[in-house]
């Protein structure tokens, strides 16, 4: 039988793979999100998915 694994073992696995980016204009953190914008092509709507990091500088001109 496979080993039952816990809530905190999954956290740890999950944050185990990921860095702190620090912004260089104001030192804070930079925290990854994901953008969806609706695009229009060939006559149809369909759904643009972009990843972008974001920090307290530059939070307003993404986010709007």
Sequence with gaps: MPKVRTF????AHASAG???IICP???EEMTTIKIIRNRHT?????????????CK????????
Excluded: Y
């Design 8 to 11: 905190a073992a999954k956290l």
């Design 18 to 20: 990921k860095r702190k």
């Design 25 to 27: 204009v104001c030192g």
């Design 42 to 54: 060939e006559g149809k709507w369909s759904p643009k998915r972009e990843v972008v990091k974001i």
């Design 57 to 64: 500088c530059n939070e307003k001109e993404i986010l709007g």
